[in-house]
């Protein structure tokens, strides 16, 4: 999903023949290692995957044949249309990306916020000022993708995006003690060793604020094994390691024959198995 960002980084900054065929090389080499995951994944086909639960049962839904879900690439372009990838960006409606928009801002707290923010501003002022673009451009295509597509799973499109909300993050706090240091040595009433104690203290509060916002979850995670969105979210059984099975098997005690059942993704795959 990057590699829009890599072109138009790569048409600032490469020069060189070279350069490109480095870039190509790479690009490739990522192709060929998620083509390799892709069929290792395929070639097992799980009980509980995808085309076990969605696919196969109902071809004609998607306008699909068996024959024309019956080799590798014919299942992955089925499942990722090449041609109508688009089309999956602002597929759910405004109110639910509003939703998720403040979801994910209120997600952080107020001085990450300011951080991330003046980290994303400060890129382009170091350096080269298109080295700004590529996580920027990257961020955008991942990040509006969870806020904008009609899956219920949009919260993992947020987790490749946390890369580069981090190198903002990182950015952003080396800036401010950079501006901090900056500012203080232009004041002749700041000695060296103030200054360097200052800078130490703005430092070491930039360690424990991330650790104090989430105390909450650390100590839970200490001594219950688990954080709070596992538990919100009921990622994994907390109380019972066959709660799933048993959960499953109530279902489908009361199920008649070809009925259609209607559930939850995370209950899905156990009810394919069973």
């Known amino acids: 999903m990057t590699a829009a960002s890599v072109l138009i980084y ?16 790479g690009g490739l080499l990522g ?7 892709f069929l290792y994944v395929d070639a097992n086909d799980p009980p509980s995957s995808i085309y076990n639960t969605v696919y196969r049962p109902s071809l004609s839904v998607f306008g699909l044949t068996p024959s024309d879900f019956d080799t590798p690439f014919e299942r992955l372009f089925a499942i990722f249309p090449a041609n109508h990838f688009w089309t999956y960006y602002f597929s759910t409606t405004p109110d639910v990306m509003r939703v998720r928009l403040v979801e994910y801002v209120l997600s952080f707290p107020w001085w ?10 400060a890129i382009f002022f170091r350096s080269r000022w298109y080295d700004g673009l590529y996580p920027l451009v990257a961020f955008i ?7 904008t597509v009609s899956f219920s799973i ?24 950079d501006g901090l240091a900056s500012l203080m040595k232009r004041n002749a009433f700041w000695s060296e060793t103030i200054r360097a104690i200052v800078v ?19 100590h839970l995670a200490i001594d219950k094994g688990y ?15 066959d709660k799933a ?3 499953a098997r109530r279902i489908l005690n009361h199920v008649e024959t070809n009925a259609i059942v209607f559930s939850d993704w995370d209950k899905l795959g156990w009810l394919a198995m069973l």
């Open 31 to 37: 192709v060929a290692l998620t083509i390799a995951a």
């Open 154 to 177: 949009y919260h993992e499109f947020f987790i490749p995006a946390a890369v580069f909300v981090a190198v903002w993050l990182g950015t952003g706090a080396g800036a401010l003690l």
């Open 245 to 247: 099975v048993r959960d």
């Open 112 to 121: 990450a916020v300011a951080l991330i923010v003046t980290g994303m501003i």
């Open 200 to 218: 130490g203290i703005v430092s070491l509060s930039l360690i424990i604020l991330p650790i104090w916002n989430s105390r909450a979850d650390i």
């Open 10 to 25: 790569m048409a600032f900054s490469a020069r060189t023949r070279f350069a490109w065929l480095g870039a190509a090389t």
């Open 227 to 241: 954080t709070n969105f596992i538990r919100r979210d009921h990622v994994y059984p907390l109380f019972g390691s």
């Open 141 to 147: 295509l991942i990040w509006g993708l969870g806020i």
